[in-house]
């Protein structure tokens, strides 16, 4: 696995997203720059078409993209 397909467009990777976490950088590395298959963003993205991943969703959150692409699915 390498970078992120979606690295160019994604809000989250370019620092678009209201909310920073502290370890955004850190994140970055652990989901865009290696493993997008876990990232919560990447699983809307691959289930429903990358307009629908909303803009405020971090990549650890899951269980919120469960409930995305169970409501538009
Ligand atoms: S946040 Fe997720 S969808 Fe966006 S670039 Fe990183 S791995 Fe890809």
């Known amino acids: 696995m390498g970078?992120?397909?979606f690295i160019e467009f994604c809000p989250f990777f370019?620092?678009?997203l209201e909310n920073k976490?502290?370890?955004i950088e850190e994140m970055k590395e652990k989901y865009c720059k290696s493993n997008n298959?876990?990232?919560a963003r990447y699983m809307v993205a691959n289930a429903?078409?990358?307009e629908f991943m909303p803009l405020?969703?971090?990549p650890h959150e899951k269980q919120r993209a469960y409930l995305v692409i169970a409501e538009n699915g």
């Open 14 to 16: 370019n620092d678009k």
């Open 56 to 58: 405020e969703l971090f």
């Open 37 to 39: 298959l876990n990232c």
């Open 21 to 23: 976490p502290d370890k």
């Open 48 to 50: 429903l078409g990358k």
């Open 3 to 5: 970078e992120c397909e």
